[in-house]
């Protein structure tokens, strides 16, 4: 199960690290920030640079989420655990739709980063995408700027509504044909 820490914006990655030094070599916590490939151009040069996607809070998968909390609050710049209900320690974990949609777009198999997804631009602004994560998301497609090369994906997180960019590459532009 996955469950959303709120931390302070720009110490991510050491907010991480003080978690997995605090939680030593236990088994069954993977904590990380998901990232996205992004392509940018630097003196006419166009290079792929990596992005945080959610500045501020980092993500965390276990099936121990008292003993996660313990741990967070002896760990420095954390703000709070989303999901936890009042004073209680019954903390609520991402719904199954949105789990998927961490797997998805945020896989363990590319280290948490998006990769960029190939698409095929047709009549009337219409995506096809070729492959990447976005393939099978079409119908959850909020905002396509070609100009940027990223499409924005829509998904609920915390019982809101979330949007993620993910960037793209044009392969075919049939607009132009």
């Given at each position: ?62 099936d ?8 967070l ?27 998927r ?42 905002k ?31 607009i132009?044909?």
């Open positions: 199960m996955y469950y959303v820490v709120q931390v302070k914006t720009g110490d991510e990655e050491k907010t991480i690290e003080a978690i997995k030094r605090q939680l030593g070599n236990k088994k069954g916590f993977d904590v990380f920030a998901p990232y996205r490939k992004v392509l940018r151009k630097y003196r006419g040069v166009q290079r792929e640079v990596i992005q945080r996607c959610f500045p501020g809070y980092i993500f965390v998968e276990t121990q989420p008292k003993e996660l909390f313990f741990t609050f002896f760990t420095p710049k954390y703000t709070k655990m989303l999901g936890r209900e009042g004073l209680t320690y019954k903390f609520v974990p991402l719904n199954k739709d949105e789990a949609m961490i797997d998805i777009l945020y896989s363990k198999n590319s280290n948490r980063v998006t990769e960029i997804s190939n698409i095929e631009v047709e009549v009337g602004q219409k995506i096809k995408v070729l492959d990447g994560p976005l393939s099978g998301l079409e119908t959850q497609i909020k396509v700027n070609l100009h940027k090369r990223t499409v924005t994906v829509s998904f609920m997180m915390c019982g809101r509504l979330v949007d993620a960019d993910v960037s793209i590459n044009i392969i075919t532009d049939i132009n044909k």
